[in-house]
T-cell receptor, first 113, second 120 residues
Framework: GENVEQHPSTLSVQEGDSAVIKCTYS??????FPWYKQELGKGPQLIID?????GEKKDQRIAVTLNKTAKHFSLHITETQPEDSAVYFC????????????FGTGTRLTIIP | GAVVSQHPSWVICKSGTSVKIECRSL??????MFWYRQFPKQSLMLMAT?????????EQGVEKDKFLINHASLTLSTLTVTSAHPEDSSFYIC????????????????FGSGTQLSVL
């Protein structure tokens, strides 16, 4: 089955700096890669996703890049703000028709004011 | 985005009792819902896939008689933890897929806010 690894497990950055979280996946058939933000005591919230036919996607301060050959994808957050502090999870699935998500182990991001 | 409502948000129960958790899609129909379990500072582990009108599909190692799942309508799935014990204490999260979403958005999963179960 799919295995998703995520690094780093914790990340602290100064407010205003950029944060990068990286994930690798094992199943070459995976073609849908969402990123979720989870705040303490809450369920995950989808913040951005990318499909395998696209190499990069951006939404304001958040961007995701995908290297399908190397089977890795990354989350980039620019101009970080205190409210970006949370746990971030990457995930992978085979997409439409098979929505079973395999999650990474999570990254606790702390923005230092 | 679509809204998934999960209740209760937290529950404390005595060992040996059963606890029911509800997951509702509020503004869309969901033929498939997923139930996850999350231990502190760990990732989400899929427990089972809940299919409307049919039996749930359980992941390896998850006891189907322990975690009863019912998906009786297109907007409601329930997870019942039967004869709960302290080791069942965990954060339980459901997610649902918008069946009527337009491809490629229909693969998006929306999560409930989670239920913290504490078994004494």
């Amino acid at each position: 089955g799919e295995n998703v690894e995520q690094h780093p497990s914790t990340l602290s950055v100064q407010e205003g700096d950029s944060a990068v979280i990286k994930c690798t996946y094992s199943d070459s058939a995976s073609n849908y890669f969402p990123w979720y933000k989870q705040e303490l005591g809450k369920g995950p919230q989808l913040i951005i996703d990318i499909r395998s036919n696209v190499g990069e996607k951006k939404d304001q301060r958040i961007a995701v890049t995908l290297n399908k050959t190397a089977k890795h994808f990354s989350l980039h957050i620019t101009e970080t703000q205190p409210e970006d502090s949370a746990v971030y999870f990457c995930a992978a699935s085979k997409g439409f028709g098979n929505e079973k998500l395999t999650f990474g182990t999570g990254t606790r991001l702390t923005i230092i004011p | 985005g679509a809204v998934v409502s999960q209740h209760p948000s937290w529950v404390i129960c005595k060992s040996g009792t059963s606890v029911k958790i509800e997951c509702r899609s509020l503004d869309f129909q969901a033929t498939t819902m997923f139930w996850y379990r999350q231990f502190p500072k760990q990732s989400l582990m899929l427990m089972a896939t809940s299919n409307e009108g049919s039996k749930a599909t359980y992941e390896q190692g998850v006891e189907k008689d322990k975690f009863l799942i019912n998906h009786a309508s297109l907007t409601l799935s329930t997870l019942t933890v039967t004869s709960a014990h302290p080791e069942d204490s965990s954060f339980y999260i459901c997610s649902a897929r918008d069946r009527q979403g337009i491809f490629p958005t229909n693969e998006k999963l929306f999560f409930g806010s989670g239920t913290q179960l504490s078994v004494l």
